[in-house]
């Protein structure tokens, strides 16, 4: 068919000449083909033949090897054994370059340094995308039966049939490295499949380029850093706060309500005969008061120093009150508090609220719940820590207790921490904390 090189779709004969070649008669000439290379030659007026359109059935084989077809203008004899043909391939050469469809003339600052059949290689920059070759086959036999095929390496997949057109146009290609060949036939079809060839760059532009890449990266990286160190000096200037802070607190306030203490015991041991009983209850209040701040004093300063913000820094406290407060009461519990944990550490706010939620309820144990037996355990269970505190004291009605300050403090500083609980109690029955807190 055509796309095999036929001129024509349209076959009126086929015959056989004695080399086995393959004539053809058509509606645009005669072709020969060799089976052999599959090569096709085709006959026309301008090679002898009256005719350009055959007929059906209208062909016939010699006695002496003539082949004989039929058209619209008369009876075309072929002699097969006198046809010679071109045995010599075509020399090729490109002939002109044109950007945008304009020729491109040799310089020093164009694109071609020399003239186009002597150049190697062709610059363009990003924006010169349409350009085009011009190209001839140095054969004079029959110049217009040239034929000719090119093919762009590095775009196109398969050599592109030109038939006898001598220019080839490309548009919008990427930047990159490229080569340009082109290859003709004479007119016997003879092909020169060397032919002819060029390089051709199309340069990136700037911000595609390795050096800009680099550069911009380079202040990306920068950037970056900048950010990290940003961050960590924010960081280092908020643990040196909190660590002037926790130092602040223990070395003046907690050393005055030290003082204050002292001082009340001095007073209470120095005066006890003449103090009236009022005065005594005053000073019994200002030492408990002055012994209660120092207490929350010491929570604070726990909770800001940057040496506590790791997990096992927090259950060895964790393990420690408890074991202090429930054995000062003489009470029988099991501990399940692990030494370590791999959750996350919590922010300082977090830890604070933790703790002091633990704290509470193990107080309200120890002073208010009439138990014999304690249970706390703290357990990771995928990404989520549960702590559990019970106890088979006298209980409580929840709903009676919501006005307390220290159950409406452990509410407030649960959802504070971002946790949920869950409370179970009952007068006579007891009271079981479930506190949760998730991360990740």
Do not use: C
């Given at each position: 068919?055509?796309?095999?090189?036929?001129?024509?779709?349209?076959?009126?004969?086929?015959?056989?000449?004695?080399q086995?070649?393959?004539?053809?008669?058509?509606n645009r000439?005669?072709v020969?083909?060799?089976?052999?290379?599959?090569?096709?030659?085709l006959?026309?007026?301008?090679?002898?033949?009256?005719?350009m359109?055959?007929?059906v059935?209208?062909f016939?084989?010699g006695?002496?090897?003539?082949?004989?077809?039929g058209?619209?203008?008369?009876?075309?004899?072929v002699?097969p054994?006198?046809?010679?043909?071109n045995?010599?391939?075509?020399?090729?050469?490109?002939?002109?370059?044109?950007?945008?469809n304009k020729?491109?003339?040799?310089?020093?600052?164009?694109?071609?340094?020399?003239?186009?059949?002597?150049?190697?290689a062709?610059?363009?920059?990003?924006?010169?995308?349409?350009?085009?070759?011009?190209?001839?086959?140095?054969?004079f036999?029959?110049?217009e039966?040239?034929?000719?095929?090119?093919?762009?390496e590095?775009?196109?997949?398969?050599?592109?049939d030109?038939?006898n057109?001598?220019?080839?146009?490309y548009?919008?290609?990427?930047?990159?490295?490229?080569?340009?060949?082109?290859?003709?036939?004479?007119?016997?079809?003879?092909?020169?499949?060397?032919g002819?060839?060029?390089?051709?760059t199309?340069?990136?532009?700037?911000?595609m380029?390795?050096w800009?890449?680099?550069?911009?990266?380079?202040i990306?990286?920068?950037?970056?850093?900048l950010?990290?160190r940003?961050?960590?000096?924010r960081?280092?200037?908020?643990?040196r706060?909190?660590?002037?802070?926790?130092?602040?607190?223990?070395d003046?306030?907690?050393?005055n309500?030290?003082?204050?203490?002292?001082?009340?015991?001095?007073?209470?041991?120095?005066s006890?005969?003449?103090?009236?009983?009022?005065?005594?209850?005053?000073?019994?209040l200002?030492?408990?008061?002055?012994?209660?701040?120092?207490?929350?004093?010491?929570d604070?300063?726990?909770?800001?120093?940057?040496?506590?913000?790791?997990?096992?820094?927090l259950?060895?406290?964790?393990?420690?009150?408890?074991?202090?407060?429930?054995?000062?009461?003489?009470?029988?519990?099991?501990?399940?508090?692990?030494?370590?944990?791999?959750?996350?550490?919590?922010s300082?706010e977090?830890r604070?609220?933790?703790?002091?939620?633990?704290?509470?309820?193990?107080?309200n144990i120890t002073?208010?719940?009439?138990?014999?037996?304690?249970?706390?355990?703290?357990?990771?269970?995928?990404?989520s820590?549960?702590?559990?505190?019970?106890?088979?004291?006298?209980?409580?009605?929840?709903?009676?207790?919501?006005?307390?300050?220290?159950l409406?403090n452990?509410?407030?500083?649960?959802k504070?921490?971002?946790g949920?609980?869950?409370?179970?109690a009952?007068?006579?029955e007891?009271?079981?904390?479930?506190?949760?807190?998730k991360?990740?």
């Amino acid at each position: 068919s055509v796309k095999d090189g036929l001129p024509d779709n349209m076959i009126y004969a086929a015959l056989e000449d004695e080399q086995g070649n393959i004539w053809i008669s058509t509606n645009r000439g005669i072709v020969r083909l060799n089976p052999a290379d599959r090569s096709i030659r085709l006959f026309d007026v301008r090679d002898g033949l009256l005719n350009m359109e055959y007929n059906v059935s209208a062909f016939f084989r010699g006695r002496n090897g003539q082949l004989f077809f039929g058209g619209n203008n008369g009876l075309d004899v072929v002699y097969p054994d006198r046809l010679t043909g071109n045995p010599i391939p075509p020399p090729v050469a490109l002939t002109g370059f044109r950007l945008f469809n304009k020729p491109v003339k040799p310089g020093p600052d164009g694109p071609l340094r020399k003239t186009i059949d002597h150049a190697d290689a062709i610059q363009l920059r990003y924006d010169q995308r349409v350009f085009s070759f011009e190209f001839a086959a140095l054969d004079f036999t029959a110049p217009e039966k040239n034929r000719y095929a090119y093919l762009l390496e590095g775009f196109d997949e398969t050599w592109i049939d030109a038939g006898n057109q001598r220019m080839a146009t490309y548009t919008n290609l990427d930047p990159g490295a490229y080569i340009f060949r082109v290859k003709a036939a004479n007119n016997s079809g003879l092909w020169n499949e060397q032919g002819a060839s060029i390089r051709v760059t199309i340069q990136p532009p700037f911000w595609m380029s390795w050096w800009f890449r680099l550069i911009v990266l380079g202040i990306i990286g920068g950037l970056v850093y900048l950010f990290y160190r940003m961050r960590l000096e924010r960081a280092l200037a908020v643990e040196r706060t909190r660590t002037r802070i926790a130092r602040d607190l223990h070395d003046d306030l907690s050393a005055n309500l030290s003082s204050i203490t002292y001082f009340i015991e001095a007073i209470r041991g120095d005066s006890k005969k003449k103090m009236s009983d009022q005065a005594q209850k005053f000073l019994n209040l200002i030492s408990e008061s002055a012994m209660e701040s120092q207490e929350k004093i010491q929570d604070i300063i726990w909770a800001i120093n940057t040496g506590n913000d790791s997990w096992e820094q927090l259950l060895v406290k964790m393990r420690r009150y408890a074991s202090d407060m429930l054995d000062s009461r003489g009470m029988d519990y099991t501990l399940e508090i692990p030494g370590q944990i791999t959750a996350p550490p919590l922010s300082m706010e977090q830890r604070r609220n933790f703790w002091l939620i633990y704290k509470e309820v193990i107080t309200n144990i120890t002073r208010h719940a009439q138990a014999r037996h304690a249970h706390i355990s703290l357990t990771v269970a995928g990404k989520s820590i549960r702590l559990t505190i019970q106890d088979d004291g006298i209980g409580f009605d929840p709903q009676l207790a919501s006005q307390r300050n220290g159950l409406k403090n452990i509410k407030t500083r649960i959802k504070e921490m971002g946790g949920d609980y869950e409370v179970n109690a009952a007068p006579g029955e007891g009271t079981r904390w479930r506190i949760g807190l998730k991360y990740g």
